[in-house]
Protein backbone atom coordinates (compact mmCIF):
# COMPACT_ATOMS: atom_id res chain seq x y z
CA UNK A 1 0.00 0.00 0.00
CA UNK A 2 1.18 3.41 -0.64
CA UNK A 3 2.68 5.43 1.85
CA UNK A 4 2.61 2.66 4.48
CA UNK A 5 5.89 1.39 5.16
CA UNK A 6 6.70 -2.29 5.65
CA UNK A 7 7.48 -2.11 9.34
CA UNK A 8 4.35 -0.34 10.07
CA UNK A 9 1.56 -2.49 7.62
CA UNK A 10 3.00 -6.16 9.74
CA UNK A 11 1.96 -4.28 12.92
CA UNK A 12 -1.47 -3.30 11.25
CA UNK A 13 -1.40 -6.58 10.86
CA UNK A 14 -0.57 -7.90 13.72
CA UNK A 15 -3.05 -5.77 15.19
CA UNK A 16 -6.16 -6.89 13.25
CA UNK A 17 -4.75 -10.84 13.81
CA UNK A 18 -5.04 -10.22 17.20
CA UNK A 19 -8.57 -8.82 17.41
CA UNK A 20 -9.81 -11.40 15.06
CA UNK A 21 -7.79 -14.35 17.47
CA UNK A 22 -9.99 -12.39 20.34
CA UNK A 23 -13.26 -12.52 18.49
CA UNK A 24 -12.79 -16.77 17.17
CA UNK A 25 -11.94 -17.06 21.07
CA UNK A 26 -15.33 -15.72 22.19
CA UNK A 27 -17.08 -17.68 19.11
CA UNK A 28 -15.59 -20.98 20.22
CA UNK A 29 -17.10 -20.92 23.72
CA UNK A 30 -20.25 -19.24 21.96
CA UNK A 31 -20.45 -22.72 20.07
CA UNK A 32 -20.24 -20.72 16.83
CA UNK A 33 -19.49 -23.19 13.91
CA UNK A 34 -15.88 -22.56 12.34
CA UNK A 35 -14.96 -19.77 14.41
CA UNK A 36 -11.62 -18.99 13.48
CA UNK A 37 -12.54 -19.19 9.59
CA UNK A 38 -16.07 -16.52 10.47
CA UNK A 39 -13.83 -13.95 12.87
CA UNK A 40 -11.10 -13.83 10.65
CA UNK A 41 -13.15 -13.40 7.67
CA UNK A 42 -15.25 -10.57 9.34
CA UNK A 43 -12.62 -8.73 11.31
CA UNK A 44 -10.10 -8.63 7.86
CA UNK A 45 -13.01 -8.20 5.74
CA UNK A 46 -14.17 -5.12 7.52
CA UNK A 47 -10.27 -4.04 7.88
CA UNK A 48 -10.15 -4.67 3.89
CA UNK A 49 -13.09 -2.37 2.96
CA UNK A 50 -12.76 0.45 5.86
CA UNK A 51 -9.37 1.42 5.21
CA UNK A 52 -9.45 0.44 1.38
CA UNK A 53 -7.11 -2.25 1.32
CA UNK A 54 -6.60 -5.48 0.19
CA UNK A 55 -5.23 -8.30 2.49
CA UNK A 56 -4.33 -11.47 1.06
CA UNK A 57 -2.22 -14.52 2.71
CA UNK A 58 1.24 -15.26 1.56
CA UNK A 59 1.80 -17.85 -0.92
CA UNK A 60 4.14 -19.91 1.27
CA UNK A 61 1.70 -19.81 4.23
CA UNK A 62 -1.66 -20.20 2.28
CA UNK A 63 -0.30 -23.76 0.47
CA UNK A 64 0.59 -25.67 3.68
CA UNK A 65 -3.09 -24.18 5.13
CA UNK A 66 -4.87 -25.25 2.05
CA UNK A 67 -2.74 -29.05 2.59
CA UNK A 68 -3.99 -29.11 6.05
CA UNK A 69 -7.67 -28.85 4.74
CA UNK A 70 -7.53 -31.05 2.27
CA UNK A 71 -5.85 -33.85 4.96
CA UNK A 72 -9.12 -33.02 6.88
CA UNK A 73 -11.56 -33.94 4.46
CA UNK A 74 -9.29 -36.71 3.45
CA UNK A 75 -9.45 -39.14 5.85
CA UNK A 76 -12.90 -39.73 5.99
CA UNK A 77 -12.65 -41.32 2.39
CA UNK A 78 -10.25 -43.91 3.64
CA UNK A 79 -13.29 -45.21 5.56
CA UNK A 80 -16.38 -45.08 3.35
CA UNK A 81 -15.72 -47.27 0.69
CA UNK A 82 -15.63 -47.18 -2.82
CA UNK A 83 -19.13 -48.57 -3.36
CA UNK A 84 -20.19 -45.65 -1.30
CA UNK A 85 -17.80 -42.97 -3.29
CA UNK A 86 -19.27 -44.14 -6.64
CA UNK A 87 -22.86 -43.91 -5.09
CA UNK A 88 -21.98 -39.92 -4.92
CA UNK A 89 -21.76 -39.40 -8.68
CA UNK A 90 -25.28 -38.46 -9.47
CA UNK A 91 -25.27 -35.82 -6.61
CA UNK A 92 -22.10 -34.66 -7.63
CA UNK A 93 -23.23 -34.48 -11.39
CA UNK A 94 -26.63 -32.64 -10.67
CA UNK A 95 -24.74 -30.53 -8.64
CA UNK A 96 -22.11 -29.62 -11.63
CA UNK A 97 -24.94 -29.41 -13.84
CA UNK A 98 -26.77 -26.72 -11.56
CA UNK A 99 -23.63 -24.54 -11.07
CA UNK A 100 -22.30 -24.80 -15.01
CA UNK A 101 -25.94 -23.37 -15.81
CA UNK A 102 -26.31 -20.43 -13.88
CA UNK A 103 -22.75 -19.93 -14.58
CA UNK A 104 -23.02 -19.97 -18.15
CA UNK A 105 -25.91 -17.51 -17.86
CA UNK A 106 -24.40 -15.15 -16.01
CA UNK A 107 -21.27 -15.30 -18.66
CA UNK A 108 -23.41 -14.51 -21.22
CA UNK A 109 -25.34 -11.66 -19.09
CA UNK A 110 -21.77 -9.98 -18.59
CA UNK A 111 -20.91 -10.39 -22.49
CA UNK A 112 -24.12 -8.53 -23.80
CA UNK A 113 -25.13 -5.98 -20.69
CA UNK A 114 -21.78 -5.29 -19.21
CA UNK A 115 -19.81 -5.21 -22.55
CA UNK A 116 -17.07 -7.91 -20.98
CA UNK A 117 -15.21 -9.81 -22.76
CA UNK A 118 -16.15 -13.76 -23.55
CA UNK A 119 -12.67 -15.22 -22.09
CA UNK A 120 -13.32 -12.31 -19.16
CA UNK A 121 -16.89 -13.45 -18.55
CA UNK A 122 -16.51 -17.39 -18.62
CA UNK A 123 -13.49 -17.01 -15.90
CA UNK A 124 -15.13 -14.71 -13.64
CA UNK A 125 -18.41 -16.87 -13.20
CA UNK A 126 -17.33 -20.21 -13.34
CA UNK A 127 -17.84 -21.10 -9.43
CA UNK A 128 -14.55 -23.14 -8.47
CA UNK A 129 -10.59 -22.74 -8.06
CA UNK A 130 -11.07 -18.64 -7.80
CA UNK A 131 -6.78 -18.93 -7.69
CA UNK A 132 -6.76 -20.75 -9.98
CA UNK A 133 -9.18 -18.73 -12.67
CA UNK A 134 -7.10 -15.71 -11.75
CA UNK A 135 -4.19 -17.28 -13.18
CA UNK A 136 -6.20 -18.58 -16.22
CA UNK A 137 -7.04 -14.84 -16.26
CA UNK A 138 -3.44 -14.08 -17.34
CA UNK A 139 -2.44 -16.80 -19.35
CA UNK A 140 -5.44 -16.47 -21.54
CA UNK A 141 -5.17 -12.72 -21.73
CA UNK A 142 -8.34 -12.47 -20.50
CA UNK A 143 -9.16 -9.00 -17.64
CA UNK A 144 -7.30 -10.27 -14.43
CA UNK A 145 -8.72 -7.19 -12.26
CA UNK A 146 -11.97 -8.12 -13.43
CA UNK A 147 -11.70 -11.86 -13.30
CA UNK A 148 -10.03 -11.74 -9.34
CA UNK A 149 -12.86 -9.53 -8.08
CA UNK A 150 -15.65 -11.62 -9.51
CA UNK A 151 -13.82 -14.82 -8.24
CA UNK A 152 -13.40 -13.26 -4.79
CA UNK A 153 -16.45 -11.91 -4.23
CA UNK A 154 -18.17 -14.91 -4.25
CA UNK A 155 -16.32 -16.50 -2.45
CA UNK A 156 -16.90 -14.03 -0.03
CA UNK A 157 -20.27 -14.11 -0.25
CA UNK A 158 -20.66 -17.73 -0.30
CA UNK A 159 -18.43 -18.46 2.86
CA UNK A 160 -20.01 -15.85 4.55
CA UNK A 161 -23.83 -17.88 4.11
CA UNK A 162 -22.01 -21.06 5.52
CA UNK A 163 -22.41 -20.32 8.82
CA UNK A 164 -26.34 -18.61 8.26
CA UNK A 165 -27.09 -22.19 6.84
CA UNK A 166 -25.52 -23.93 8.81
CA UNK A 167 -28.15 -22.73 11.62
CA UNK A 168 -30.89 -23.17 9.64
CA UNK A 169 -30.30 -26.63 8.03
CA UNK A 170 -29.79 -28.05 11.49
CA UNK A 171 -26.96 -30.93 12.58
CA UNK A 172 -25.80 -32.72 9.54
CA UNK A 173 -24.48 -36.31 9.78
CA UNK A 174 -21.73 -38.65 11.46
CA UNK A 175 -19.22 -38.98 8.30
CA UNK A 176 -16.59 -36.64 8.57
CA UNK A 177 -14.69 -38.15 11.43
CA UNK A 178 -12.38 -36.41 14.22
CA UNK A 179 -13.42 -33.82 16.25
CA UNK A 180 -14.04 -30.01 15.19
CA UNK A 181 -10.91 -28.37 15.64
CA UNK A 182 -12.08 -25.16 14.84
CA UNK A 183 -14.90 -24.67 16.98
CA UNK A 184 -16.81 -26.42 20.21
CA UNK A 185 -15.04 -25.02 23.58
CA UNK A 186 -12.77 -29.09 23.15
CA UNK A 187 -9.87 -29.63 26.06
CA UNK A 188 -7.07 -31.73 25.67
CA UNK A 189 -5.60 -32.97 22.53
CA UNK A 190 -8.62 -31.32 20.10
CA UNK A 191 -8.69 -28.31 21.61
CA UNK A 192 -7.94 -25.42 19.46
CA UNK A 193 -4.44 -24.51 21.42
CA UNK A 194 -3.31 -27.87 21.41
CA UNK A 195 0.53 -28.34 19.61
CA UNK A 196 1.12 -32.08 18.84
CA UNK A 197 4.46 -32.60 16.44
CA UNK A 198 3.07 -35.73 14.42
CA UNK A 199 0.10 -33.90 12.42
CA UNK A 200 2.58 -31.17 11.75
CA UNK A 201 5.06 -33.83 10.65
CA UNK A 202 2.35 -35.61 8.14
CA UNK A 203 1.26 -31.90 6.73
CA UNK A 204 5.43 -31.56 6.07
CA UNK A 205 5.47 -35.01 4.40
CA UNK A 206 2.13 -34.42 2.10
CA UNK A 207 3.17 -30.99 1.45
CA UNK A 208 6.41 -32.67 -0.02
CA UNK A 209 5.14 -35.64 -1.72
CA UNK A 210 2.64 -33.05 -3.91
CA UNK A 211 5.44 -31.00 -4.52
CA UNK A 212 7.13 -33.93 -6.18
CA UNK A 213 4.56 -35.28 -8.02
CA UNK A 214 3.39 -31.64 -9.53
CA UNK A 215 6.98 -31.51 -10.56
CA UNK A 216 6.76 -34.68 -12.80
CA UNK A 217 2.76 -34.27 -13.89
CA UNK A 218 1.58 -31.19 -13.49
CA UNK A 219 -2.10 -30.63 -11.96
CA UNK A 220 -4.20 -27.69 -11.74
CA UNK A 221 -4.57 -26.50 -7.86
CA UNK A 222 -2.23 -29.94 -7.06
CA UNK A 223 -2.65 -29.35 -3.59
CA UNK A 224 -5.31 -29.82 -3.34
CA UNK A 225 -6.30 -32.47 -5.91
CA UNK A 226 -3.33 -34.56 -4.97
CA UNK A 227 -3.11 -34.35 -1.08
CA UNK A 228 -6.82 -35.80 -1.17
CA UNK A 229 -5.99 -39.12 -3.04
CA UNK A 230 -2.48 -39.32 -1.67
CA UNK A 231 -3.63 -39.24 2.48
CA UNK A 232 -5.90 -41.81 1.07
CA UNK A 233 -2.87 -44.11 -0.25
CA UNK A 234 -0.89 -43.01 2.71
CA UNK A 235 -3.56 -44.42 5.37
CA UNK A 236 -4.67 -47.51 3.08
CA UNK A 237 -0.74 -48.10 3.39
CA UNK A 238 -0.83 -48.20 6.81
CA UNK A 239 0.27 -44.95 7.97
CA UNK A 240 -1.32 -43.89 11.40
CA UNK A 241 -4.45 -41.72 11.05
CA UNK A 242 -2.51 -39.52 14.00
CA UNK A 243 0.02 -38.16 11.31
CA UNK A 244 -2.78 -38.00 8.64
CA UNK A 245 -5.41 -35.98 10.67
CA UNK A 246 -4.16 -32.40 11.58
CA UNK A 247 -6.01 -31.03 14.95
CA UNK A 248 -4.92 -28.55 17.66
CA UNK A 249 -3.28 -25.24 16.21
CA UNK A 250 -2.30 -26.61 13.41
CA UNK A 251 -5.94 -26.75 11.82
CA UNK A 252 -6.46 -23.28 13.84
CA UNK A 253 -4.09 -21.95 12.20
CA UNK A 254 -5.29 -23.35 8.70
CA UNK A 255 -9.00 -21.81 9.16
CA UNK A 256 -7.72 -18.44 10.27
CA UNK A 257 -5.74 -18.19 6.94
CA UNK A 258 -8.79 -19.22 5.08
CA UNK A 259 -10.59 -16.76 6.83
CA UNK A 260 -8.53 -14.10 5.46
CA UNK A 261 -7.99 -15.37 2.25
CA UNK A 262 -11.93 -14.96 1.92
CA UNK A 263 -12.38 -11.83 3.82
CA UNK A 264 -9.17 -9.55 2.49
CA UNK A 265 -9.34 -9.11 -1.26
CA UNK A 266 -12.49 -7.03 -1.53
CA UNK A 267 -11.73 -3.00 -1.50
CA UNK A 268 -13.95 -0.36 -2.07
CA UNK A 269 -11.72 1.01 -4.88
CA UNK A 270 -12.22 -2.87 -6.51
CA UNK A 271 -16.02 -2.71 -6.48
CA UNK A 272 -16.80 0.76 -7.86
CA UNK A 273 -14.63 0.07 -10.49
CA UNK A 274 -16.49 -2.39 -11.67
CA UNK A 275 -19.51 -1.13 -10.27
CA UNK A 276 -21.99 -1.41 -13.71
CA UNK A 277 -21.46 -5.09 -13.35
CA UNK A 278 -21.97 -6.01 -9.59
CA UNK A 279 -25.51 -6.51 -10.22
CA UNK A 280 -25.21 -9.34 -12.32
CA UNK A 281 -22.42 -10.59 -10.34
CA UNK A 282 -24.43 -10.46 -7.17
CA UNK A 283 -27.63 -11.90 -8.96
CA UNK A 284 -25.66 -15.10 -10.67
CA UNK A 285 -24.40 -15.76 -6.27
CA UNK A 286 -27.73 -15.74 -5.40
CA UNK A 287 -29.34 -17.56 -8.05
CA UNK A 288 -26.54 -20.41 -7.71
CA UNK A 289 -27.05 -20.39 -4.02
CA UNK A 290 -30.27 -20.32 -4.01
CA UNK A 291 -29.98 -23.57 -7.02
CA UNK A 292 -27.48 -25.38 -4.58
CA UNK A 293 -30.07 -25.73 -2.10
CA UNK A 294 -32.50 -26.71 -4.50
CA UNK A 295 -30.04 -29.65 -5.58
CA UNK A 296 -29.09 -30.35 -1.88
CA UNK A 297 -32.87 -30.79 -1.19
CA UNK A 298 -33.29 -33.20 -4.05
CA UNK A 299 -30.07 -34.81 -3.20
CA UNK A 300 -30.77 -35.32 0.51
CA UNK A 301 -34.42 -36.85 -0.15
CA UNK A 302 -32.54 -39.06 -3.00
CA UNK A 303 -29.68 -40.40 -0.65
CA UNK A 304 -31.29 -39.53 2.76
CA UNK A 305 -28.79 -37.47 3.92
CA UNK A 306 -28.91 -34.53 6.41
CA UNK A 307 -30.09 -31.28 4.25
CA UNK A 308 -26.80 -29.62 5.98
CA UNK A 309 -24.37 -32.29 4.21
CA UNK A 310 -25.91 -32.25 1.54
CA UNK A 311 -25.81 -28.15 0.80
CA UNK A 312 -22.55 -28.19 1.80
CA UNK A 313 -21.39 -30.84 -0.71
CA UNK A 314 -23.53 -28.04 -3.76
CA UNK A 315 -22.02 -24.56 -2.60
CA UNK A 316 -20.52 -23.01 -5.57
CA UNK A 317 -17.27 -22.31 -4.78
CA UNK A 318 -15.22 -21.34 -1.61
CA UNK A 319 -13.53 -25.07 -1.36
CA UNK A 320 -11.47 -24.63 1.52
CA UNK A 321 -13.60 -22.85 3.51
CA UNK A 322 -16.60 -25.19 2.89
CA UNK A 323 -14.50 -28.66 3.36
CA UNK A 324 -13.36 -26.40 6.72
CA UNK A 325 -17.04 -26.38 8.00
CA UNK A 326 -17.66 -29.70 6.87
CA UNK A 327 -15.09 -31.52 9.03
CA UNK A 328 -15.61 -28.92 11.82
CA UNK A 329 -19.71 -30.14 11.57
CA UNK A 330 -19.15 -33.81 11.45
CA UNK A 331 -20.41 -33.69 8.12
CA UNK A 332 -20.46 -36.78 5.68
CA UNK A 333 -17.74 -37.68 3.04
CA UNK A 334 -20.38 -36.78 0.11
CA UNK A 335 -19.20 -33.40 0.75
CA UNK A 336 -15.72 -34.21 -0.05
CA UNK A 337 -16.00 -35.86 -2.90
CA UNK A 338 -18.57 -34.18 -4.78
CA UNK A 339 -16.90 -30.81 -3.99
CA UNK A 340 -13.64 -32.24 -5.26
CA UNK A 341 -15.48 -33.70 -8.78
CA UNK A 342 -16.99 -29.72 -8.83
CA UNK A 343 -13.87 -28.13 -8.89
CA UNK A 344 -11.87 -30.40 -11.38
CA UNK A 345 -14.71 -30.08 -13.71
CA UNK A 346 -14.48 -25.77 -13.27
CA UNK A 347 -10.45 -26.24 -14.08
CA UNK A 348 -11.22 -28.52 -17.04
CA UNK A 349 -14.12 -25.84 -18.47
CA UNK A 350 -11.70 -23.07 -17.69
CA UNK A 351 -9.05 -24.18 -19.29
CA UNK A 352 -10.81 -25.03 -22.61
CA UNK A 353 -13.63 -23.70 -23.26
CA UNK A 354 -12.53 -19.82 -23.17
CA UNK A 355 -9.72 -21.04 -26.24
CA UNK A 356 -12.78 -22.01 -28.09
CA UNK A 357 -14.58 -18.92 -27.67
CA UNK A 358 -11.98 -16.55 -28.25
CA UNK A 359 -11.41 -18.97 -31.31
CA UNK A 360 -14.93 -18.68 -32.44
CA UNK A 361 -15.04 -14.57 -31.86
CA UNK A 362 -12.01 -14.49 -34.21
CA UNK A 363 -14.24 -16.29 -36.79
Do not use: N
Not at 64 to 78: D, F, G, R
Not at 132 to 154: G, I, N, S, W
Not at 184 to 211: E, I, K, M, N, S
Not at 268 to 288: C, D, E, K, N, Y
Amino acid sequence: MPGVTRPRRLIEVAGVSLCAGLLAVLCVHLGVPAPWIVSFLLVFGAWAVVGDRRVTPPRSAMTPAQVVISMLCAVPLVDVGLRTVVSFAWPALLSTVVTLTVCGGAAVLLTRWARVGPVTAVLSTLAGGASAMTMMARDLDADARFVTLTQYLRLTLVVLTIPVMVGVLGAPGDGAGGGGAGGGAATGPDAWWAVDWRPVVGVVGVYVLVRLIAAVVPVPSPFLLLSIPLVVVLAAVGVPEVFLLPHGLVTTLAYALVGVQAGGTLTWSSLRQFASALPIIVGAIVTALAGCLAAAWVIARGMGLPLLDAYLATTPGGIYAVLAYAHDAHAGAVVTVVQVVRVVVMLVVGAYIPVLLGRWARC
